[in-house]
Structures are given as C-alpha cells and as structure tokens.
C-alpha cells in the first residue's frame, strides 16, 4: 500500500473547502469526481500532494448517471471559479471517472459535465482503478461504499480484474435512521455524519452495515483475497470495518478518510 496514503489524505482534508489563498506556481493534476452524494474537485500540486479543492453534498448523480445536468454543470463551475479564485489560474482540464459496471452510455454525461463547466476532459476512468491509483494495493480487494452503492473491486498485480456494483450505499443507511426515529432524510444525513451519535446511529444501522459485508463477501469468494481497503465515505462509520471483518474473515483496513480516496486517485490520472 502507498506509505503516503494517510499523509496525502490529511492533506486533502486541510485544503477542501479551505479558502486562503495558494501560492503554488507550476503543473496541476486536476480531478473531479460527481457521486451520488458528494461532488468533489481536487487539485494536486506536480508531486500529488492536495493544494486545493471543494467538495459539496448534492444530489446530482445517480449510481454513474447524471439525473441533474444543469444543476451539475452550475455545481461544478461553481467550484471551479471558488478554486481558481484561491489559486490565482485558471484549471484547464480535469480528469473524472464512473462506477464500474454501468454501461458507457449512461455514464458519458459525465464527461459532458466537466466540458459544460470549461473542462477538457483528460482522463476517464472506472472508480476502483482510479482509487487504486492512490491506494497502490498490489493484490487485495478494494470496496468503495459510497453514497448509492457498494462497489467491489478485486486487484491482482496491481490490475483490476474484476469488479461488481451493487444498491446498498450510504442513502440506505441514512433511510433506515429516518424510519428509526421518524426524522426526514436530510436530517438523518445530519445526524449520521455527526461524531457524537456514532453509538446510537450504530444500533440502527448494524443490519445494513452486515447486508455489505454480505454483498462483499459474495463477490470477494471466488478469488484469494489477502486484505480488503475500504474507501468511500459511509466506510469511515463507527463498526463497519469490524462488521466487514466479522464476515469476511479477512483483514480489513480503512484509511483515515476514506471519503477523499477516490478523488484523489482521479486527480492523479490527469496529466
Ligand atoms: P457513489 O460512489 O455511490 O456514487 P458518492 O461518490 O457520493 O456515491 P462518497 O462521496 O464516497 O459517495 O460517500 C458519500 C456517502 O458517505 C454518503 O451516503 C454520506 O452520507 C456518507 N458519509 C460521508 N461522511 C460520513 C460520515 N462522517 N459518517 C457517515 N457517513 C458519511
């Protein structure tokens, strides 16, 4: 696994939506990555590191489509001109990627995405690859469970070389916390993501938390897996490392956040 791995993340973490100017000068890696529950940009300096960079709630995709494409375009010019503002130049081009296991098709108005928001696009990858640029697992599985899906990705060699996608993501566990306590969906995000009711949020989501160690552990059988990276940002919830652990019998890691991995591995196929 990259020994920068924790050092590059908490970088990510500083300079996300931070807005002190940069005073960096040379090539950037760019990249922007349109989730079912976050849109992030981020921008590396020539050595990988994060100089910059936003990330926003908004339903805007759907598992790899694009359900709002006015509302993406708006989002993401948004960010870019916040960014520019605070680097002081203009980003040209960015790449960006989609979940494994949707068909081209559906996922090309991402792409259109990007050039709606004054982008050329420079690289377009599958989202497990472009984790995996970061991570560097030579053999292993890498499970992004992001905001609508739980995607498996096995790594031999430092290839891809097989990858599932299946409807159980971060939106369930927030539906189940709405339908626990009788609360709106917008208010069980608030309440999920908030550190001090981990416990109790734990309680409730237990049941969905074992439905993904099910669903990983299913795709995970046919290969000989060493270790399992959990990444995308429902992996970094209270227990659920444990729970995937329990049912997988294999040892399971989660970086310190796992919600900027895949980002970061896409900025890092550009240029
Ligand atoms: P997908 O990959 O399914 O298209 P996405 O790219 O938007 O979705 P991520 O950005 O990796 O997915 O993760 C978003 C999910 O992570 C959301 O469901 C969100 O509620 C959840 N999440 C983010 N931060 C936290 C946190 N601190 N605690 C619990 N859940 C979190």
Known sequence: MNPKLDTILKKAEKVLNASEPVSYRGPVHV???????????????????????????????????????????????????EVEEQLGFTLEQAATSYPPGVAMAEVKATRNVLIGAGLECSTFLDEPTAANRLLQVENGAVVDIGGGTTGVAIIENGEVVYTADEATGGTQFSLVIAGSMGISFEEAETFKKNRGNQSRVLAMVRPVMQKVGTIIARHIEPYEVERIYLVGGTSGMLGIREEVEAITGIETIVPSKPLFVTPIGIAMTDG
């Open 31 to 81: 990249g922007v990555d349109l989730g079912t529950a976050y849109t992030v940009l981020i921008v590396l300096d020539e050595d990988y590191n994060p100089i910059a960079g936003r990330y926003q709630f908004a339903q805007i995709v759907r598992d790899g489509l694009v359900v709002d494409f006015i509302g993406a375009i708006r989002l993401l010019s948004q960010m870019k001109a």
